[in-house]
């Protein structure tokens, strides 16, 4: 629940938070009788929001073409790229193996604030909760969990440097923390971002662009790849919603 104090301590509900309406289609990459492989449009939750003004979402897109479909992971609302969606309880127990034991490679794109001086990195901070302001997460060596960030620089223009990231961990909003906390904050991020990051940018310039793991069920690689809708110019040919 969203509230404030009012002046006599007493506490009001605010309006719940609207989620805009994405118009971008779900672009499916693979498919079989047990899981797909998906491309996700940049504002469109990957499952139904608490408020039930906010019912769409990629989930229920798919549901009337893939009856049974579910969720195994998740990428935030501003996020665009590659999901993994189990067809099957079977596909969905299988994979969600493979996430908790790290089977699943990732890898995404980030257009970040300002030049980054090393061509890679590691950034290893933990992550918890921001219980105060919440949905936001905060670094904390004492309750946070290990998180680890890979990166490296594909290419750099004056104010802006375009990222490879290669996340160990899955955690929330961790892409986006980390990189604020290495001080080039991803362009667009209104959660993380200061001013001008945030209004360099129409979007959020998080892609999740690579997927590679281990079919659960027939026991084969499969990989799927998606192009960033971004680089170190900038984003192409925006389309809100």
């Known amino acids: 629940m969203n509230d404030l104090p009012t002046p006599e301590g007493e506490f009001t509900e605010l309006p719940p938070y609207i989620v805009p309406h994405s118009q971008e289609p779900i672009r499916i990459l693979y498919e079989d009788n047990h899981l797909l492989i998906i491309d996700k449009p940049h504002l469109l939750l990957s499952v139904p929001g608490r408020h039930p003004i906010n019912f769409d979402s990629l989930i229920l897109r798919l549901e009337p073409h893939y009856p049974g479909v579910t969720a195994v992971h998740r990428l935030d609302l501003d996020t ?117 990051a945030l209004a360099a940018t129409p979007r959020l310039c998080l892609h999740a662009t690579r997927l590679k793991f281990l079919h659960p069920i027939t026991q084969t690689w499969l990989a799927a790849a998606s192009p960033a809708p971004f680089d170190a110019k900038g984003v192409r040919n925006y389309r809100p919603g």
Not at 123 to 131: C, F, G, S, T, V
Request: glycine share 6%.
């Open 80 to 196: 665009s790229g590659l999901m993994i969606v189990p067809r099957t309880r079977e596909a969905l127990a299988g994979v969600a193996r493979h996430f908790q034991a790290r089977a699943v490679s990732k890898e995404y794109r980030a257009l970040v604030w300002g030049s980054v001086a090393d061509d890679k990195g590691t950034i290893d901070l933990p992550i918890a909760r921001d219980w105060v302001n919440r949905p936001k997460q905060m670094i904390c060596a004492e309750t946070g969990k290990s998180s680890i960030t890979h990166y490296e620089v594909l290419e750099r223009q004056s104010n802006a440097t375009l990222l490879r990231l290669t996340p160990e961990t899955g955690r929330s909003h961790q892409l986006r923390i980390h990189l604020r906390e290495l001080g080039h904050p991803i362009l667009g991020c209104d959660m993380y971002a200061h001013p001008d």
